[in-house]
């Protein structure tokens, strides 16, 4: 009851005297005659007045921010350790901790599958049933993905910044309006082929083997191991975006070096891809060997006619890593809850979307070919024969096969979208439209197909169904050194300097200090001097444990 009050007294001014002042606790009462209201500060109490501040996830809340604010509002000095101690303790009352999130992970997993029929989980542990690795695969992204999206999946890794410092592992796949859909997603200890290998092998269980399925990501190692293990048919492209960070490409006229690059990149013929690239090498002449020494050759013999649906890139998985970057901070079970909630607001909107669209094609499809009907208006075609047509467009032409559904240019047959030839040819043949050449799965029917069903969200944890002999998982064991820069003293000393010897004082030797001495303490402790009988002295007196644990000397046995 007097905390209440005095919490009463600190909201509404009242004036008060510091009764304790410390690290972790801060005192204070009222100054009214015979009141005796009193405040104590600590990091509980603090953590309920930052509760409400801190709902939003999104908010960068420091401690300088706490202080100011504490100062503003109450008139009380706090220090950035009890700001500290205050969040910290806020977040638990929100998120709760991190060894309950793994303690009540299978719960979750088996209450999100009887949710949303079709949800894939599956947990890894050791021997201990210590946490390992986790994997859960979006039941309604799988399907949408085997039968409505083009079959490309692009994979990327992201760091947790919680207390659990592991790796988020993510699949996300792009629907007909180019738009992000995450058909899977895992958190494990680290980023290892080991790791990767068994988050792409549950994802190879979900979706099965597709033809002409293409894998995008970065150049990690790991990642290359995963791939070449579970999926050692499919194409694996490489990023354009990071290969072309790693080239380091000279400052000097960076944006037309960069401009030819993605020219490069962006070839759909051979030809075309040799004289790109051989303009590139040109002016920077180091890259043909940068890139020989990471196999860019037989990546470009592969990519060159790819150029899956264009996409180069895995921008796509990097958007939904900076998408959870404040999601990342929460434990496990927080962590998929917010993936699980975004994609059910996505699959309302994008549905909702759909049915209000009035054209064939998607939004972002007819964008696409509305650039390219204005770029072939002065195109001349030429008939070959019934079904094949030959375009002049003043560069190396290009020759149209309807019955084959084909273009010498590559770009219809792998975008799936009409190129400027093949509307050239249409306006050639008095077509009103162009639209029944491109692809089914950018046709806004498919793209209602995509998102017609629906997430369903979880009850309150109070309904939640809990099986007999459903076991917990225990914290992780880290066995490799958690993400974040090692603390060094590599200072250069200044001239004529000599470095500064270690000294502990429990051994009294140098080379370590006395937090990390491995010789035992002391059994004989030395009193203060005593103010009776032999004044000026030093007695030694015997520590009272030694009674009760001996010490002996092994030697001696």
Not at 32 to 40: A, I, L, S
Not at 145 to 174: C, H, Q, S, W
Not at 272 to 287: G, M
Not at 383 to 398: Q, T
């Amino acid at each position: 009851m007097k905390l209440e009050l005095g919490k009463k007294c600190l909201l509404e001014h009242f004036e008060f005297k510091v009764d304790r002042s410390s690290k972790t606790r801060y005192e204070v009462s009222c100054k009214g005659d015979g009141c005796e209201c009193r405040f104590k500060a600590n990091p509980k109490v603090l953590g309920h007045f930052l509760k409400e501040q801190l709902k939003d996830s999104g908010r960068i809340y420091r401690a300088k921010e706490i202080v100011k604010d504490f100062r503003q509002r109450f008139e009380v000095e706090i220090t950035n350790l009890q700001a500290w101690r205050g969040k910290s303790h806020a977040l638990e009352l929100l998120q709760g901790t991190t060894q309950d999130s793994f303690a009540k992970l299978p719960i979750y997993c088996y209450n999100l599958k009887l949710a949303n029929p079709g949800r894939v989980t599956h947990i890894l542990v050791d021997e201990q049933s210590r946490f390992e690795m986790v994997f859960v695969a979006l039941g309604v992204a799988i399907r949408s993905f085997m039968f409505n999206l083009r079959p490309v999946v692009i994979i990327d890794a992201a760091y947790l910044k919680g207390e659990f410092k592991g790796t988020l592992f993510l699949a996300v796949a792009m629907d007909g309006n180019n738009h992000i859909l995450p058909i899977a997603y895992g958190i494990g200890k680290s980023e290892d082929g080991e790791s990767w290998t068994w988050f792409l092998s549950k994802l190879r269980d979900c979706v099965g083997e597709i033809a002409d399925m293409g894998i995008i990501s970065d150049r990690a190692n790991s990642i290359h191991v995963g791939v070449r293990n579970v999926f050692p048919r499919v194409y694996h492209g490489l990023c354009c975006r990071h290969l072309m960070m790693n080239l380091r490409l000279p400052s000097s006229k960076k944006k037309e070096n960069e401009a030819l690059w993605w020219k490069t990149c962006k070839s759909y013929r051979m030809s075309d891809f040799n004289e790109s690239f051989n303009a590139l090498c040109l002016v920077v002449p180091r890259i043909r060997q940068v890139l020989t020494n990471i196999g860019f050759g037989r990546w470009a013999r592969a990519h060159c006619p790819g150029n899956r649906y264009h996409y180069m890139t895995s921008n796509s998985a990097e958007s939904i890593n900076s998408l959870s970057r404040f999601s990342r901070k929460m434990p496990i079970t927080q962590l998929i809850e917010f993936f699980h909630e975004s994609v059910q607001k996505w699959f309302y909107e994008r549905r909702l979307q759909g049915m209000q669209e009035s054209h064939s094609l998607t939004h972002w499809a007819q964008k696409k070919i509305l650039k390219k009907i204005e770029g072939s208006r002065t195109w001349t075609v030429a008939g070959i024969g019934a079904n094949s047509f030959l375009v002049e467009d003043g560069g190396k032409r290009g020759l149209v096969d309807f019955l084959n559904r084909s273009c010498s240019c590559r770009v219809w047959q792998v975008s799936g979208l009409p190129c400027g030839h093949v509307i050239a040819v249409s306006r050639f043949l008095g077509e009103h439209d162009c639209i029944h050449h491109a692809f089914s799965c950018y046709s806004n029917e498919v793209y209602k197909k995509t998102y017609e069903e629906s997430i369903n969200p979880l009850p309150h944890r109070s309904e939640w169904v809990i099986p007999e002999g459903l076991g917990s998982v225990l914290q992780p064991h880290i066995t490799k050194r958690q993400s974040g820069r090692l603390k060094e003293n590599t200072r250069i000393l200044s001239r004529g300097e000599e470095p500064v010897q270690v000294y502990c004082s429990r051994c009294r030797t140098y080379g370590h200090v006395r937090d990390v001495c491995l010789d035992p303490m002391p059994s004989q402790i030395r009193s203060r001097k005593s103010s009776g009988k032999g004044k000026g002295k030093e007695i030694e007196t015997q520590s009272p444990t030694d009674d009760i644990f001996p010490s002996y000397n092994l030697a001696e046995f």
